[in-house]
């Protein structure tokens, strides 16, 4: 079972960054497809940003395209997710989110796949 552990978030204003921390622990980090994903009050879960842990493509939302980018620290079992350029309407939960799948599927890692193991979340408040 995969467990995952968020870190990074914050308040900050607009135009500001934050670097999002997620620490994985439970299974071997280069199979596992990994990504992130935001929930605001009111509105449903949306992915921002996925990929494959042993490389390949990643994949973006369009609303954070060119402002945040994922990447990892392989050593530390760790996922990241780099966000700049921040406005208020990415103020949301963000929640690290992972399933086990072999490197040879890395393409399977999509912002539409659903992922089975989640981590607790980290607030991100950006303000005008």
């Known amino acids: 079972q995969v467990q995952l552990v968020e870190s990074g978030g914050g308040s900050v204003q607009a135009g500001g960054s934050l670097r999002l921390s997620c620490a994985a622990s439970?299974?071997?980090?280069?199979?596992?497809?990994m990504g992130w994903f935001r929930q605001a009050p009111g509105k449903e879960r949306e992915a921002v940003a996925t990929?494959?842990?042993?490389?390949?493509?990643?994949y973006y939302a369009d609303s954070v395209k060119g402002r945040f980018t994922i990447s990892q620290d392989n050593a530390k079992n760790t996922l990241y997710l780099q966000m700049n350029v921040l406005n208020p309407e990415d103020t949301a939960m963000y929640y690290c989110?992972?399933?086990?799948?072999?490197?040879?599927?890395?393409?399977?890692?999509?912002?539409?796949?659903?992922?089975?193991?989640w981590g607790q979340g980290t607030q991100v408040t950006v303000s005008s």
């Open positions: 989110a992972a399933e086990i799948m072999s490197p040879f599927l890395s393409q399977a890692c999509t912002l539409q796949r659903k992922y089975n193991a």
């Open positions: 439970g299974y071997t980090y280069s199979r596992l497809c």
């Open positions: 990929r494959h842990t042993s490389g390949g493509s990643t």
